[in-house]
């Protein structure tokens, strides 16, 4: 019986490295692989994904205005297995159509993604891949500190943690750093008392 997995994790936990291996797993087996990520994702070209430790392969993007399942039944019915990467950029709607691929025709479903954004605020196809997933795990990574970082502290270019902005602005480490919650929280205390002081 297939599946809808939700595989997360903080910035830097190697969530495309491991889906760029799983789709190199099953396709070693013959196996054909419908790999997709959403359009929004342009930060290594708009129809490839890649991996911070250069693992990369082409795939097919998903516009948000995209019918997911009128899409997959008419040009890849014949996928063994969906990989889907940065998923918390989906739609409900498109993470509904994956639900129902699995539901309706019995495919594996493995997305890939992030939990939270910069603000610790869940994204919408995060929050639907929690409510539909059959499998939900933490791919975990570390904060500077040891700890097990779960928040992706969005920073500016003097390292500062950034609190305010748009859900979604495209970066790698450049603009990220993965976080544990005491860290970040205690980061952005000190920013504030830096600011009175001045």
Avoid at 100 to 120: K, M, Q
Avoid at 122 to 150: N, V
């Amino acid at each position: 019986m297939a599946k809808l997995y939700f595989k997360y994790g903080a910035m830097g936990s190697s969530k495309t490295a491991q889906a760029l291996i799983t789709k190199f797993n099953y396709e070693e087996r013959g196996m054909r692989v419908w790999l997709i990520k959403p359009a929004l994702d342009t930060r290594d070209g708009k129809r490839t994904v890649q991996s911070r430790i250069g693992l990369s392969a082409p795939c097919d993007t998903v516009e948000s205005s995209d019918d997911l399942y009128a899409r997959f039944l008419a040009l890849h019915t014949d996928a063994d297995v969906i990989i889907a990467d940065e998923c918390q950029f989906f739609t409900a709607a498109h993470v509904d159509a994956l639900r129902r691929i699995v539901d309706e025709r019995n495919i594996p479903v493995l997305c890939f993604g992030l939990r939270t954004d910069f603000l610790s605020h869940l994204f919408p196809g995060s929050r639907r891949l929690f409510e539909l997933a059959d499998s939900i795990t933490e791919i975990k990574t570390i904060c500077s500190c040891g700890a097990k970082a779960t928040v992706n502290a969005r920073i500016d270019e003097q390292g500062r943690v950034v609190t305010e902005g748009d859900q979604v602005m495209l970066g790698g480490n450049d603009c990220y750093v993965a976080m544990c919650h005491k860290c970040w929280r205690t980061q952005i205390q000190l920013q504030k008392l830096n600011e009175k002081e001045i």
